[in-house]
C-alpha cells in the first residue's frame, strides 16, 4: 500500500501555479536588442520599478507577448503582442518582408509603451543600466538615387530622406537590420528594397556606371527600383510650359485601373498616363519624356490628381487603408469578395464617374458577369382593361429582351443573359418591387400589360416617382414615366375601394321586393362599382348578413339596366333552391333556369331566354364540355371556398367558364391557411396574385409557417380593394340579435313517392272529419303528422319493410354543409327524432368526423358538453330537441342545425339559444332544413302568414299545433 508520502508526490503537484503580479506604480517597457548567437532583431516585454525620480531601476521582471495578453480584449493591443511574439525566439530563417509587416503593426504603439534598446556592451544581460530610451513610430520618409552624368561615367548617389533631414546613409548607422537611428529616434526601414539600398550604401558614398553599362543598369535595376525609391537624373531638366503644351500634355492625364488574378485574389493596379508612360500612384517612379525635338525633359506628376484617385480607392473598401503599409503598387481583395455584386458594380459605377477607365475585367478567371449596373426606364399608359407598361434595361451598351428579363423575375434571379455573353446583374431592391409586375402581366410584343385589378403596382411606382422631383426612384436605378391618364385612373380606384362609402351610389332595382339595410345598399354599390371597371370581388360578409340578396339586388340592377347578358350561379346542391326561392321571393321579374338533376337538357339554347341559370359544383362537371363555350355575363360562385383547391377538378372546371365578369360568395373565405385565397381569387380577378407557386412561396408559406407579418400586411393591401367584408360587430345596430334561414332539400323520386302516399291517406281521413275536433281524431291527426315529418327526415325512420332505400334530401344536404362548415367551425344538429340523429351518426363515422351526441338516454350530459366545448377534434354535437333544448351551455358552437321543425318555436328558440348566448363571441347561425312541397314548408308558410298570433305563442311558450283545428290541417295539406 502506498504511503501518505507516496499518495502526496502522485496526487500534488510540484509546482504552485504562478502568478504575475505587475507593480501598479510601475511600467511596462519594450527593448529591442539581439540574440546572442543570431545576432538578428530580438524584442522583449518587461515590466519594471521606478525611482522616485521616475526612472526604471532594477530588478526588471520579464513576460512573454502570451502571458502579456492573456486578459486583453483590445484587437489593436493583440495586434500589437502578436506582432512582438514573432521576434521573441530565435527565427528559423530570415524572412525580412514578413518582419517588416510585423515592426510597422509595433510601432504603432497603441498602449503607449516606452521603448528602450540594449546596449550588450554595459551588460550580457539586460538591466536598467544597459538600457537608453529612444522613441519609435515613424518610418524613413523616401530613398532617392541621384544620377549625375560624368564625362563617360553616371554617378548614382543615395539621399536618405528621415524627418526632415536629407542625409546620406552612412550617416545614420543601420540598428538592428530594420531601423536607422537619428538623434534619439528610431526609424524603421519600410520596405526590402529601401533595406538593401542601405545596407550597399552604408559604406560607399556613390556608385560609378560607365556609358556602356548604363542602358542595361537602367532596365534591369532602375526600372525594378523606381517604384520604390525615387530615381532622379539630375541631368534632365524640368520641362517647360512650352513643352508641355507642344507635346499635347496640358490637359488632365488619363486614370487607368488595371484587373488581373493574383492566385484567389483580384489585383487592383491604379495607375495614371502620362503620354506613352504608366505611372502607378502608389509609386515613386519620375517621368521622363521626350519633347517634340526629341529632347528628354522630366515632367512634374499631377499629385493633386493622384491623391484623388487614390483617396477615393481608398473609400471604396476598408482593407485598402490597410494596405497602404504594404509597400505595394496595388490593392488587392479576395475573388469572392470583389465580384460581389453589390461591391464591384457600385464602385464601377464610381470609377466611370471619375473618368476612370477599367481594362481586365471579363479577363478574370471564372468571371462572366457585366460590370455595369442596369439602367432601367418604365413608361405606363392606359389600355382599354389593362396599363401599358414598357420596360428599358440596359447594361452599358447592352439591352435586355424582355421575355429574359420576365424569366429572371419568375426564378427569383438577379442575373441577366445578355448578347455579348455577359451576365447583367439586376440590382435586388428592383427585383423584390418589381417581380409583381411579370407575375402579373402578360408580354405582349414588346410591352406588358398589366390587368387594372393591379392598380396598387402602378400606384406604389407612381409613390416612387412623385418623392423625387427628376422622377427618379429605386436608388437612382429606374426612371419611371406615367402618364397622367393612368394616374388619374389609379387614384380613382384607390380611392374608391379603400372607403366603401366613398364609392358612388346606384340606384336599388325598382322591382326589388324588400328593403336593403344601409351596408347591403353599399354592397349593391360596391359590386356595381367592380362590374363597371370589369374587376372581380368576392363578397365574403358573414353569415347571416344577407349576400344572397346582395348577389339578387345586383343581378336585378343589372336586368333593369341592360348590361349584362344570362347570369350563371354554381352553388352546393344542398342550396340551389334556396337561391331559387330567394330569388322568387325578392326579385320575381328575374328568370330562372335550373340546370340539374338527372332529366336536365344537356344544351345552353334555352340560356339566352333566362336571366339567371342555377346549377351545382357536381353538375357543372359533368356539364363543362359544352358550358365552357357559353358566354354569361356574370359567373357566381356561392360556397366559392369550394375551389380553394388549386388540384381540383372543381377549380379547373370554372376557370373554363367565360364570362364578362366573375363574382365569388362566401362566409368563409380562409378555411385552413392563406392558400384557400389563392383559387379563389385568381378565378375573379386573373393576374391579381401571380401564379401558384409565386404566391406559395411569396405569401403562403411565410405567412402560415413562419408568421411573416410583413408578407401578411402586404398580401392585406394587395387583395383588401377586392374582398368586402362586413362583420355583425360591424352592423350589429341594423341587425336581430341572431341569424336563421332556411335550406330547402328537394326529395328524390323515390322519397317523394313514399311521402305522397302517406299524405293522401291522411287527406283523406280529414276529409271524412271536418267538423271533428275530438282529442281522438286529434291524436290520429298527430300520428299522421309524425309519420310525414319522418318521412321528410328519412323513411326508413318508420321502420317499414317497403321504404327501405328510398334516401334521404335532408341527410344528403346536411351531410354536404358538415363537410364544408366543420373544418372550420363546430356544429349542433338538433332533431327531434333520436333515430334520426343515429343515421346522421352512422354518417359522420364514415366520413371520420368525430361528434358527440346527447339524448334523453344519456346519463353523463355534463361530460358530453365539456368534450364538444373543450376537445378540437370534437366538430359536431348531435342533440335530441328535447334534451339538448334546455340548461346547455354549447358557445363552441358557431352552426346550429334544426333537422325538423318543431311545432312549439320556443323550443327551437331555446334550443338556438344553446350557442347564441353570453359568452359567445363567433357568429351563429341557425339553419332549419326543409322539404319543399310538404307539411313542413306549408306549416313555415303559416307561420308567415300569422305572424303576430306565432309571436303570441312565441312569448307564451305554447305549441301551435295546440290552436290548430281539423280546418286547419285541412289547409295546410292543401285540402
Not at 602 to 608: H, I, N, P, Q, Y
Request: charged share 25%; glycine share 6%; with cysteine.
Amino acid at each position: 500500500m502506498d504511503t501518505i508520502r507516496d499518495l502526496a508526490q502522485l496526487l500534488l503537484p510540484n509546482d504552485e501555479p504562478s502568478f504575475h503580479v505587475r507593480d501598479p506604480d510601475g511600467l511596462r517597457i519594450v527593448v529591442l536588442k539581439q540574440f546572442r548567437f543570431h545576432k538578428s532583431l530580438n524584442i522583449e516585454l518587461y515590466d519594471a520599478s521606478l525611482t522616485q525620480a521616475g526612472k526604471i531601476k532594477n530588478p526588471l521582471r520579464s513576460l512573454t507577448s502570451q502571458d502579456a495578453s492573456l486578459y486583453s480584449k483590445d484587437t489593436n493591443a493583440l495586434i500589437f503582442y502578436s506582432g512582438i511574439s514573432q521576434f521573441q525566439y530565435p527565427p528559423p530563417a530570415s524572412k525580412p518582408g514578413v518582419d517588416i509587416r510585423a515592426l510597422k503593426s509595433i510601432i504603432k504603439n497603441p498602449l503607449g509603451l516606452r521603448f528602450f534598446y540594449h546596449d550588450p556592451k554595459f551588460s550580457e544581460t539586460v538591466s536598467a543600466g544597459s538600457l537608453t530610451e529612444v522613441k519609435v513610430g515613424r518610418v524613413v520618409s523616401k530613398l532617392s538615387l541621384l544620377i549625375n552624368k560624368e564625362d563617360h561615367f553616371y554617378l548614382v548617389t543615395p539621399q536618405l530622406k528621415v524627418g526632415d533631414a536629407l542625409l546620406h546613409p552612412k550617416q545614420v548607422p543601420l540598428m538592428f537590420g530594420y531601423f536607422v537611428l537619428h538623434l534619439d529616434d528610431l526609424y524603421l526601414v519600410p520596405d526590402v528594397y529601401m533595406m538593401k539600398l542601405l545596407r550597399y550604401f552604408a559604406t560607399r558614398v556613390s556608385m560609378q556606371v560607365t556609358e556602356q553599362q548604363f542602358p542595361a543598369f537602367t532596365e534591369q535595376v532602375l526600372s525594378k527600383l523606381e517604384d520604390k525609391v525615387q530615381v532622379i537624373h539630375t541631368y534632365i531638366k524640368a520641362a517647360t510650359k512650352d513643352q508641355v503644351e507642344e507635346a499635347g500634355l496640358s490637359g488632365a492625364m488619363e486614370k487607368i485601373i488595371y484587373l488581373s488574378d493574383l492566385n484567389q485574389y483580384v489585383m487592383i493596379n491604379p495607375v495614371m498616363r502620362y503620354g506613352s508612360i504608366e505611372v502607378p500612384i502608389r509609386s515613386n517612379k519620375a517621368i521622363y519624356l521626350p519633347d517634340i525635338r526629341g529632347r528628354m525633359m522630366a515632367m512634374q506628376r499631377d499629385t493633386a490628381g493622384e491623391d484623388n484617385f487614390l483617396a477615393l480607392l481608398l473609400r471604396q473598401h476598408p482593407l485598402f487603408s490597410e494596405q497602404l503599409e504594404d509597400g505595394l503598387t496595388y490593392f488587392y481583395l479576395h475573388r469572392d469578395r470583389f465580384l460581389d455584386e453589390d461591391w464591384f458594380q457600385e464602385n464601377f459605377m464610381q470609377w466611370r464617374e471619375a473618368g476612370i477607365s477599367v481594362f481586365g475585367f471579363s479577363q478574370l478567371k471564372g468571371n462572366k458577369k457585366n460590370p455595369n449596373k442596369a439602367n432601367i426606364s418604365v413608361h405606363v399608359q392606359s389600355g382599354l382593361n389593362w396599363f401599358n407598361t414598357k420596360i428599358k434595361i440596359i447594361f452599358g451598351n447592352q439591352a435586355v429582351a424582355l421575355k429574359q428579363l420576365q424569366l429572371a423575375a419568375r426564378n427569383k434571379s438577379r442575373y441577366v443573359r445578355l448578347d455579348d455573353g455577359t451576365l447583367g446583374i439586376l440590382p435586388e431592391s428592383w427585383i423584390e418591387k418589381m417581380a409583381d409586375f411579370f407575375f402579373a402581366a402578360e408580354i405582349v410584343g414588346a410591352d406588358l400589360r398589366i390587368p387594372n385589378s393591379r392598380f396598387e403596382l402602378i400606384a406604389q411606382l407612381t409613390e416612387d416617382a412623385r418623392h423625387n422631383e427628376n422622377g427618379m426612384s429605386m436608388e437612382g436605378l429606374v426612371t419611371v414615366d406615367i402618364d397622367d391618364k393612368v394616374k388619374a385612373a389609379v387614384e380613382h380606384y384607390g380611392r374608391r375601394l379603400s372607403d366603401i362609402s366613398a364609392i358612388e351610389s346606384v340606384s336599388v332595382p325598382r322591382g326589388l321586393k324588400t328593403t336593403l339595410r344601409n351596408y347591403q345598399v353599399q354592397g349593391l354599390n360596391w359590386l356595381c362599382f367592380l362590374g363597371k371597371h370589369q374587376f372581380g370581388g368576392i363578397l365574403a360578409d358573414d353569415m347571416g348578413l344577407g349576400k344572397t340578396v346582395q348577389v339578387i339586388a345586383l343581378m336585378l340592377y343589372l336586368k333593369e339596366n341592360k348590361i349584362a347578358g344570362t347570369n350563371l350561379v354554381v352553388a352546393p346542391t344542398s342550396v340551389i333552391f334556396n337561391w331559387q326561392a330567394e330569388i322568387k321571393r325578392y326579385a320575381p321579374d328575374l328568370t330562372v333556369y335550373i340546370l340539374h338533376g338527372a332529366e336536365r337538357k344537356k344544351s345552353v339554347v334555352d340560356f339566352d331566354n333566362y336571366d339567371v341559370v342555377l346549377t351545382s359544383y357536381g353538375t357543372l362537371l359533368y356539364d363543362i364540355n359544352y358550358l365552357k363555350d357559353y358566354q354569361f355575363g356574370y359567373v357566381f360562385l356561392d360556397e366559392s371556398q369550394q375551389i380553394k383547391n388549386i388540384g381540383s377538378q372543381r377549380y379547373d372546371a370554372v376557370r373554363l367558364l367565360q364570362s364578362q365578369n366573375r363574382l365569388a360568395i362566401t362566409g368563409t373565405p380562409i378555411e385552413n391557411n392563406t392558400f384557400d385565397l389563392y383559387a379563389q381569387l385568381s378565378f375573379v380577378n386573373p393576374g391579381l396574385l401571380g401564379d401558384s407557386r409565386y404566391f406559395r412561396e411569396v405569401y403562403s408559406i411565410p405567412i402560415d409557417k413562419f408568421e411573416d407579418t410583413r408578407r401578411a400586411k402586404e398580401l392585406q393591401r394587395k387583395v383588401a380593394p377586392f374582398i368586402l367584408r362586413r362583420t355583425k360587430d360591424a352592423v350589429a345596430w341594423e341587425l336581430p340579435d341572431k341569424t336563421e334561414q332556411v335550406l330547402l332539400c328537394p326529395m328524390g323520386d323515390s322519397q317523394r313517392t313514399v311521402y305522397d302516399a302517406y299524405e293522401q291517406e291522411l287527406r283523406d281521413y280529414l276529409e271524412g272529419r271536418i267538423k271533428d275536433d275530438s282529442l281522438r281524431a286529434s291524436i290520429h291527426v298527430l300520428r299522421g303528422l309524425t309519420q310525414l315529418r319522418q318521412i321528410c327526415n328519412d323513411p326508413r325512420l318508420l321502420k317499414a319493410d317497403q321504404v327501405q332505400g328510398s334516401g334521404s334530401s335532408k341527410i344528403e344536404a346536411l351531410m354536404e354543409q358538415i363537410d364544408s362548415k366543420s373544418v372550420s367551425h363546430k356544429i349542433l344538429v338538433f332533431s327531434q327524432f333520436v333515430s334520426m340523429l343515429d343515421l346522421v351518426a352512422t354518417e359522420l363515422e364514415k366520413t371520420g368526423i368525430k361528434y358527440v351526441k346527447l339524448t334523453g338516454a344519456t346519463t353523463n350530459r355534463k361530460a358530453m358538453v365539456d368534450q364538444f366545448q373543450n376537445d378540437p377534434e370534437a366538430r359536431v354535437f348531435l342533440l335530441s330537441l328535447k334534451a339538448g333544448g334546455m340548461g346547455l351551455n354549447l358557445t363552441a358552437a358557431s352552426y346550429v342545425y334544426l333537422i325538423d321543425p318543431w311545432w312549439n318555436p320556443a323550443v327551437e328558440a331555446q334550443a338556438i339559444d344553446r350557442a347564441y348566448r353570453i359568452g359567445q363571441h363567433k357568429n351563429v347561425q341557425a339553419i332549419r332544413l326543409i322539404c319543399p312541397g310538404t307539411i313542413e314548408e306549408k306549416i313555415m308558410l303559416l307561420h308567415e302568414s300569422k305572424k303576430a298570433r306565432l309571436a303570441g305563442l312565441v312569448k307564451s311558450g305554447k305549441s301551435i299545433v295546440g290552436n290548430m283545428t281539423m280546418e286547419d290541417w285541412r289547409e295546410v295539406l292543401g285540402g
